[in-house]
């Protein structure tokens, strides 16, 4: 199957294929999440999937590289994009503020990645603990896709060191308030001299996205990868095209971090313009990082479409600000952007 580069034929193929392979797996997990024992623990797992399936539709887009093996890597993505989302859910409303809690937690998006991995009990370091194998069931259905795939050896280490990235936000940005600003600063540190000029909250948004992941488990389906071709998909993913995705999810999310007291990277910018200055030069950057990609028309459009599907969010159109700002984005993306804003928007209200 001919990969989409236009905005209708990856819409046609989104409706005809992906959202409906996507579905179909989320139905799956759904009915899982609704058998585990623990109250807590189920009331997560059922939120997640519920308040955040539009990041595993998303996500599933990549499953169109894979060509006859898409509803293979859907079944991959739903279930690592589940883990995330349901991980995030218990540390973000958590009963706990234990870093080794976080970590351990997390270990299972690493197990997830490494075929042959024993699960364990992710849950050893908090109260609720019995989820009727919900996790390690996600965890051994990512094992299961990605031992078939041929080019996975080849991405595995760069797709782990992307997983690293985003526990150790997870971890960092979690723990008690007073202290996540200096973790996080202190991580950033530790890398700021191997990535271009940004901010610590910029490199936070940066790791916060699980796209490069999907990116090479798609592109791994089909054939080995040789070194060229994974450096070439990791430069092309991180730190910009991620960057860009986890930015517009902290602009929709403004309001409710500032209820609920959360980290919300947008915060730390001195002004609104300087914000907007930045996000303009972040999607300047994706939009040439990827142009040494295979099919990069196709992440262009992946790129364009990102901006449409968070600013067509309810969020943003409740907030009479929010929204003003969000067109400015919408301009900056072009014709496609606005094209697939509409499409969201009434996608959404349907």
């Known amino acids: ?45 059922l939120a997640s999937i519920k308040d955040k399936a539009f990041h595993c539709e998303g ?80 965890v051994t259905t990512c094992q299961e896709v990605l031992m078939e795939l041929p080019g996975f050896q080849h991405a595995q280490s760069e797709m782990l060191q992307l997983a690293e990235y985003y526990v150790d936000l997870q971890v960092y940005k ?12 202190n991580w950033f540190d530790g890398h700021k001299h191997d990535w271009p000029e940004m901010t610590w909250y910029e490199f936070s948004a940066c790791a916060g996205s699980t796209l490069g992941i999907f990116c ?16 070439l998909l ?6 910009w095209v991620q960057g860009l995705h986890i930015m517009l999810d902290y602009f929709i999310d403004q309001e409710e971090d500032r209820q609920e007291n959360d980290l919300n990277f947008m915060f730390y910018y001195e002004s609104e313009e300087k914000m907007v200055e930045r ?18 028309k196709f992440h262009k459009m992946i ?10 969010d309810e969020k943003v159109q409740v907030q009479k600000e929010l929204k003003k700002t969000a067109k400015r984005f919408i301009k900056f993306g072009g014709l496609p952007t606005v094209f697939f804003y509409l499409n969201s928007w009434m996608y959404r209200r349907a």
């Not at 308030?177 to 996080?184: A, D, M």
């Not at 592109?219 to 450096?231: C, F, K, P, Q, T």
């Not at 990791?234 to 730190?239: A, E, M, V």
Request: overall charge positive; charged content about 30%; aromatic content about 12%.
């Open 1 to 45: 199957m001919k990969v989409p580069t236009k905005p209708w034929t990856l819409l046609f193929n989104i409706y005809r294929d992906v959202l409906p392979d996507s579905h179909k797996e989320l139905d799956k997990w759904r009915e899982k999440a609704k058998t585990i024992p623990d109250l807590e623990l189920r009331k997560q797992a």
């Open 279 to 296: 996000m303009k030069y972040v999607k300047e950057q994706a939009e040439i990082s990827i142009r040494s990609l295979p099919d990069w």
């Open 174 to 185: 979690h723990v008690e308030k007073s202290k996540r600003v200096e973790l996080l600063e």
């Open 59 to 138: 996500g599933a887009v990549y499953g169109l590289l894979a060509g006859k093996n898409r509803r293979k890597i859907i079944r991959f993505i739903v279930a690592y994009q589940t883990i995330s989302d349901y991980l995030d859910n218990l540390c973000d409303r958590s009963t706990s503020l234990d870093m080794n809690d976080f970590r351990e937690l997390h270990t299972s998006m690493f197990h997830a990645l490494t075929p042959g991995k024993s699960t364990m009990n992710y849950y050893r370091y908090r109260d609720e603990q019995d989820d009727g194998g919900y996790l390690a069931s996600l």
């Open 303 to 312: 790129n364009k479409g990102l901006i449409a599907l968070y600013l067509a």
């Open 216 to 231: 090479f488990a798609a592109y791994a389906a089909n054939s080995v990868l040789d070194r060229e071709r994974v450096n």
């Open 234 to 239: 990791k430069k092309g993913y991180f730190p």
